[in-house]
């Protein structure tokens, strides 16, 4: 028996808004730590991992671990049917082939039953090691998601390279060049305005565009985003999701043969 | 020229 209550129903919908399009299939883990999930891309270069955190939720029933597999887009249309101010519960009996999102409206005036079909997906889990970064970055998310929109109406790839200087964002195509630099910048009125630069060593990576473009649909869930870059390894880009997890994205770099 | 990785082959299967 499953059942989860989450009183701030809207943290799911921005969830799947998240990541229905970089995924289109994948498992949810639920277990005793909270309501999880890790899936790649089609094409195996990007990883999400989502974790909400049992403690986050009003009401948290998980008898025993179990993993559902669900296509991210169908549940995106019905979690679209829930309020935003909706109390959102899923439901799931033992050996079921269905789960039950329940959406109650705040004022208990309208209640409605959504069932979805699971299926089963095939999964791989890939331990992701931990690392020591060379420099880590906590910036805006819409200045995040700003520029990755405006450098990819110029080019196909970002290079991203921090020094003592700032954080570099660079692209390239047929019409130009461009470079945008983000200086540290704490003297802000609002922590959650700051650029922060912590740099161990600088590092300058290449990537696709288009998937930072695809993370930065989870800017929604919070108003600053972390960057974590090591030379030749994937970059870590995190919305942390308040009181009740993270999300993370994973981009594997394009690096020269 | 820069040739995109996978995931995969940085991390490992569990």
Do not use: W
Not at chain 1, 49 to 57: C, D, M, P, Q, V
Not at chain 1, 78 to 90: E, F, P, Q, S, V
Not at chain 1, 157 to 173: A, C, L, N
Not at chain 1, 177 to 190: E, L, M, P, S, Y
């Amino acid at each position: 028996m499953l059942e989860l209550r989450l009183v701030q129903g809207s943290l799911l919908k921005k969830v799947l808004e998240a990541v229905k399009d970089l995924v289109n299939d994948a498992n949810f883990d639920c277990s005793a730590t909270g309501f999880s999930l890790q899936a790649m891309d089609s094409s195996h270069v990007a990883l999400v991992a989502l974790l909400l955190r049992s403690e986050g939720f009003e009401h948290y029933r998980c008898d025993r671990n179990i993993s559902m597999g669900m296509n991210l887009g169908n549940m995106a249309k019905m979690l679209k049917c829930a309020g935003n101010d909706d109390i959102i519960t899923l439901k799931a009996d033992d050996g079921s082939d269905v789960v039950t999102f329940m959406f109650e409206s705040p004022t208990q005036d309208k209640i409605a039953d959504f069932e979805m079909k699971l299926m089963d997906i095939d999964s791989e889990h890939l331990g992701i090691p931990e690392a020591e970064y060379h420099a880590i970055v906590r910036m805006p998310s819409s200045e995040f998601a700003r520029i990755c929109k405006d450098l990819s109406s110029i080019g196909d790839t970002v290079v991203i390279s921090v020094t003592k200087e700032g954080v570099k964002f660079s692209t390239r195509g047929d019409i130009g060049t461009a470079n945008i630099v983000c200086r540290q910048n704490t003297t802000v009125d609002k922590p959650e305005e700051a650029t922060v630069i912590e740099m161990n060593e600088p590092v300058s990576l290449t990537f696709a565009l288009r998937y930072f473009n695809s993370f930065t649909k989870a800017t929604p869930l919070s108003n600053t985003v972390t960057l974590s870059l090591s030379s030749e390894l994937p970059v870590v880009v995190e919305y942390k999701i308040a009181e009740m997890g993270y999300i993370r994205f994973y981009l594997a770099p394009k690096i020269e043969d | 020229v820069n040739q995109q990785r996978q995931i995969t082959a940085f991390f490992g299967k569990k």
